[in-house]
């Protein structure tokens, strides 16, 4: 399965990741709580930082072009939604 590119916010979250769970306290912190903090602090980067990790997403939409050429994301729904959407439109007689 072909991975979709990488935005600059995964980079980012990626990144600070690894840097936080470092720290003894955060080893053990789930992944949604950490990725809650992680947010918190994008939000509160300088612009100059973000724009670092809007060149990474551009460098590494780069490479995904040259190695998987014309992909394009097309996301497929589940079965069991499309038939929990169908149950949803049930018409009255």
Avoid: C
């Amino acid at each position: 399965k072909i991975p979709r590119p990488q935005n600059a916010w995964i980079i980012y979250r990626r990144d600070k990741s690894v840097e936080l769970r470092r720290d003894l306290a955060r080893r053990k912190q789930k992944s949604k709580d950490l990725s809650k903090d992680i947010a918190q602090m994008w939000e509160n980067e300088p612009r100059e930082v973000k724009e670092l990790f809007e060149a990474l997403s551009r460098m590494s939409e780069k490479i995904h072009v040259e190695r998987y050429g014309n992909y394009k994301y097309k996301p497929r729904r589940l079965k069991s939604t499309l038939e929990s959407s169908e149950k949803l439109h049930v018409e009255k007689p």
